[in-house]
Structure formats: structure tokens, C-alpha cells
């Protein structure tokens, strides 16, 4: 979680000092068409870096906030592959850290299988990590899965 260079103040605490105070939803509520709040919001963490759980979490927990976690289904209990080639290897929740994760009320999405530039591959090859992801996610979490967060969107600046 970083810091305002300016305000020195995190994401939360500018969002706290609002006049409407936002509440947190999942995007079952959306998808199900559940009431949702007026103003409510999605709190979204890519990749499953194990310093969500760490870090993140408590400080959400603490302000009665709710998460989605996005998850690279192939590398859970590993670390970050993808960012290997610039020197950055940070681990990735395990199964058993999901589990507690998630019956803590946080929910879980689909981040691809192997993070690799969707844009890069052939149709086929889409098709098979996105149907990968899905499969070894929801037999892992026991639960479906119904969001995605595209793994390294291609840059549009």
C-alpha cells in the first residue's frame, strides 16, 4: 500500500476523509443483481501477492472494507515469474492462505493461468489458459468463478 507523496496519506485514509464514505462490494452482488449500495465500490488486488494478506487486508478488515483478490491460477504457492526479469520475486498466497482468505469474506478471480499477454497468444491458446484458470481456481477455492482481471494489459500511452 503506498503513500501520497503530497497528502502522505494512504488510498484508505483518503477515502475515509470524504464526506460519503464509501462502502465495499463484491461483484457476486453485481452479477446477481443483488442491491447494491449507492456509491459502493470494488477493491481489487491483482495477482495474489502474499503481502495482501500481510499488509492490505488487515488495514480493509480494520475499516469494515470488503476485497477480490485476483488469482494466477498455475502459480499459486509459487512466486511471481513474470516479474523475474526485472528482479522483483515476491511470493503468492498458498491455497491454505486463500481458504482463510476467503472465509474471511474476501472473493476471488480468475487472473489468467500462467500471466502471460493474452494479446500475444493465438485465440486457441486464450481459450485454454482462461478455461485453465477458471477450472483449477473453482476446484480449489470449492466455489465458482466469475470475474477476470486481464493479466498485462497492453500499455495504451
Not at 456509491?39 to 495482501?52: E, K, P, Q, V
Amino acid at each position: 500500500m503506498h503513500t501520497h507523496r503530497r497528502t502522505g496519506r494512504t488510498p484508505i485514509r483518503r477515502l475515509l476523509s470524504t464526506d460519503n464514505t464509501p462502502t465495499t462490494t463484491k461483484f457476486d452482488n453485481i452479477f446477481s443483481l443483488r442491491s447494491v449500495r449507492r456509491g459502493a465500490i470494488l477493491i481489487t488486488f491483482d495477482d495474489g501477492y502474499r503481502n495482501f494478506l500481510e499488509h492490505a487486508w488487515p488495514l480493509l478488515q480494520l475499516y469494515g472494507f470488503s476485497a477480490t483478490v485476483y488469482l494466477v491460477a498455475d502459480e499459486i504457492g509459487r512466486h511471481n515469474r513474470w516479474d523475474q526479469a526485472a528482479g522483483e520475486v515476491i511470493p503468492l498466497l498458498s491455497w491454505r492462505e486463500i481458504k482463510q482468505l476467503q472465509a474471511e469474506g474476501v472473493s476471488c478471480g480468475s487472473h489468467s493461468a500462467t500471466h502471460r499477454s493474452l494479446s500475444s497468444l493465438r485465440p486457441q491458446e486464450v481459450v485454454r489458459e482462461l478455461r485453465r484458470s477458471k477450472a483449477v481456481l473453482e476446484q480449489g477455492l470449492g466455489t465458482a468463478v466469475r470475474s477476470f482481471a486481464y493479466p498485462t494489459a497492453p500499455s495504451t500511452g
